[in-house]
């Protein structure tokens, strides 16, 4: 154990796995030491089933190195021993401990059943290859989904009837959404099929796709994370298949859903998607207007107030490669091109070599355009490493690093930063120009020097 101390951190209802850099209105955080190889946490919690995780006291739980338990279910009245191996292995003991054995044994389980399943699955052999492959694999899903439902219907006696319907939840929707992301990648990335073909796999979704909302309650289906995270994904799919890749996703959950589970869905939505969706803000204004939890409402909130057009762009003061401290007002007068990244990140390596590069080269003489790069990392000599590569920014730009906070930095809870590459452009008056990824050049280097000059012309 590296750390003196461990935090244990449990969920609310309005949890979303992804978004660390949120705060969670409804998340509680209690901190206790570490003796003699023992830590022991007493927090008063309502009987219903909510999700925790365990790391050590110091960096953001987005950081896997600081994660001593992953995610798992915890129930107010449980009285739990966890013991940790040596070789991470985990051992549950006492009253509640029985669902977080099976929570945890979840992907080993499904990856050593799946198996099994394969060999006895005679699907169809169709003159494209990658149709048979996914009729196996549509057949492969649907069976390991029934197992896991028959397994937790024999044990049923075990959970209170809340833990049990989020056991399957999670357990069900954890299987299928691999299923969701193969069809994805084959049916719409590499167009690997006909029209007709496609037509085949719309059926299949509709006939082997398990759809708990007939047998698990609105509130539980809204609270878990799996369930929320595979409807995302299905509902894009599914319709993206049967109406030709276009439809409008926030209109369809507005018509099609209720509830908590159209209010999580939209607001997974809207935040996953606040850098793409031109009319992002018209948006969130309407849900905000609409919601009927408040929670949701402010974590929307949280995330647009940080990228909206128009607002001012919060004031920062971080480091750069030299000791030099540097803020954001020492800019005010200039456009200013900010660019969130972070070491590893590929997509951060495209988005420079691709585009940012190019409007460098554009601007290089124009000293009202200035171009900061922020590494989220809490390692100096790995950002340095980073640095040095010219693969994330490059020596002209002004580079500066969030230190030893991370991802828990201010300026990434500030700026609402979920993911990265996250660009902007921020006007001569320090106000928001620009945070969409279209504007900002996303498939198109062209559009990142169209927008600065437009910041520029105002």
Not at 46 to 55: F, R, S
Not at 108 to 121: D, T, V
Not at 138 to 165: G, H, I, V
Request: hydrophobic share 35%.
């Amino acid at each position: 154990m590296r750390s003196d101390s461990l935090q244990l951190i449990v969920f609310g209802h309005s949890y979303l796995e992804g978004l660390p850099t949120i705060h969670q209105v409804d998340m509680l955080t209690t901190t206790e030491p570490v003796a003699d190889g023992i830590c022991h946490f007493v927090v008063d919690l309502e009987a219903t089933p909510h999700y925790y995780l365990i790391k050590e006291n110091q960096g953001s739980f987005i950081e896997s190195k600081h994660i001593v338990l992953r995610k798992n279910i915890l129930t107010g009245g449980d009285d739990v021993l966890i013991q940790i191996g040596g070789d991470s292995t985990l051992d549950f003991s006492g009253k509640g401990a029985r669902k977080m054995v099976r929570f945890n044994e979840l992907p080993l389980w499904c990856s050593r059943e799946e198996q099994s399943i394969s060999k006895e699955i005679a699907a169809p052999v169709f003159p494209n290859k990658e149709l048979t492959y996914v009729y196996h694999y549509f057949e492969q899903t649907n069976r390991l989904s029934k197992l896991w439902m028959n397994r937790l219907a024999d044990e049923k006696p075990l959970y209170s009837d809340e833990e049990y319907q989020l056991l399957l939840a999670d357990g069900v929707s954890y299987i299928q959404k691999s299923l969701i992301f193969a069809v994805e990648v084959k049916a719409l990335l590499n167009k690997s099929f006909s029209r007709d073909e496609i037509g085949q796999i719309t059926k299949l979704m509709d006939q082997k796709i398990i759809d708990l909302r007939s047998s698990v309650s609105e509130s539980i289906l809204a609270r878990s994370d799996n369930w929320i995270k595979f409807m995302d994904k299905w509902i894009s799919v599914d319709q993206k298949l049967k109406h030709d890749r276009s439809f409008s996703k926030y209109d369809y959950l507005k018509k099609n859903y209720s509830g908590g589970i159209r209010d999580k869905l939209t607001m997974l939505y809207l935040i996953k998607n606040a850098k793409y969706v031109a009319n992002v803000d018209s948006l969130a204004q309407d849900f905000i207007a609409t919601s009927q939890d408040e929670s949701y409402t402010e974590l929307l909130s949280q995330v647009m107030h940080g990228r909206t057009k128009g607002k001012k762009a919060k004031d920062f003061s971080l480091f750069d490669q030299y000791g030099n401290q540097v803020k954001l007002t020492d800019f005010y007068g200039k456009v200013v091109f900010l660019d969130f990244w972070f070491p590893g990140c590929f997509p951060c390596m495209k988005y420079f070599a691709e585009t940012i590069s190019y409007a460098e080269e554009k601007f290089k003489h124009n000293p009202d355009v200035i171009f900061i790069s922020i590494g989220i990392c809490s390692d100096k000599g790995k950002w340095m490493d980073a640095l040095q590569t010219n693969k994330y920014t490059s020596p002209s730009a002004i580079n500066l690093f969030t230190g030893e906070a991370g991802w828990n930095h201010p300026v990434i809870m500030d700026y609402a930063i979920t993911s990265a590459p996250t660009p902007m452009v921020i006007d001569k008056s320090g106000h928001i120009f620009s945070t969409n990824s279209n504007e900002l050049g996303k498939g198109n280097k062209e559009k990142l020097i169209e927008t600065i000059d437009n910041c520029l012309a105002q």
